[in-house]
């Protein structure tokens, strides 16, 4: 696994955190001034399918996500020249009951994730520390507004660079993610995801 743009909520949750990441309000579709140069990354639209989500057993769910985000080429900064990387993001994710049909949405309506600091560990590991900004909003199947966030998380995460500090695309990540912030408006997210499609 190389090292990924956004922490979005469901990929919180895939890492056995319980708060989703927060995403900031600058457009994606318009290309952010200044230390760029910026290019367009379309992901998606993927789907997986996720058994007993939200540690609710017999819950089964289907994921869907798509990002469009506006890249910055890495930095490639410091002694151990490692490549920092810098994200202005939009895009959904869809949870979806499979015995029952029903779905939520979480509309990302603008991101940002940038790296902070990537910290040569000595043993072929660097330790990547990342702050997201942002809102997002989670809209039930009939458009009605359930829950909306806004604010900053943080965190650290360890990952292999595969003795190439400088090339991230055979980066794998080694072990959980560690909230180091969470701040703003939030919300029990499995709670209410799991209470309107559960």
């Not at 927060?22 to 290019?39: D, R």
Request: net charge negative; aromatic share 12%; proline share 7%.
């Amino acid at each position: 696994m190389t090292r990924s743009p956004i922490m979005t909520g469901a990929a919180a949750l895939a890492v056995g955190l319980t708060l989703p990441a927060i995403l900031l309000t600058a457009p994606a579709s318009a290309e952010p001034a200044g230390n760029g140069p910026w290019h367009t990354d379309l992901q998606g639209p993927f789907s997986e399918i996720q058994e007993d989500f939200c540690d609710v057993p017999g819950l089964t769910v289907e994921y869907e996500f798509t990002d469009n985000a506006q890249v910055r080429d890495p930095r490639i900064l410091g002694p151990d020249q490692f490549p920092y990387d810098w994200y202005f993001d939009e895009g959904y994710e869809k949870f979806t009951n499979v015995a029952t049909g029903e779905s939520v949405t979480l509309v990302h309506e603008g991101g940002s994730l940038q790296d902070i600091r990537l910290i040569d560990n000595g043993d072929g590991t660097f330790t990547r520390y990342v702050t997201n900004k942002g809102h997002s909003v989670l809209y039930s199947d009939d458009g009605d507004v359930l829950e909306r966030q806004a604010g900053v998380f943080s965190y650290s995460v360890v990952y292999n660079y595969n003795e190439t500090p400088s090339d991230p695309s055979d980066d794998f990540k080694v072990g959980r993610p560690t909230i180091l912030k969470q701040e703003g408006n939030n919300y029990d997210f499995c709670a209410v995801v799991v209470g309107a499609i559960g």
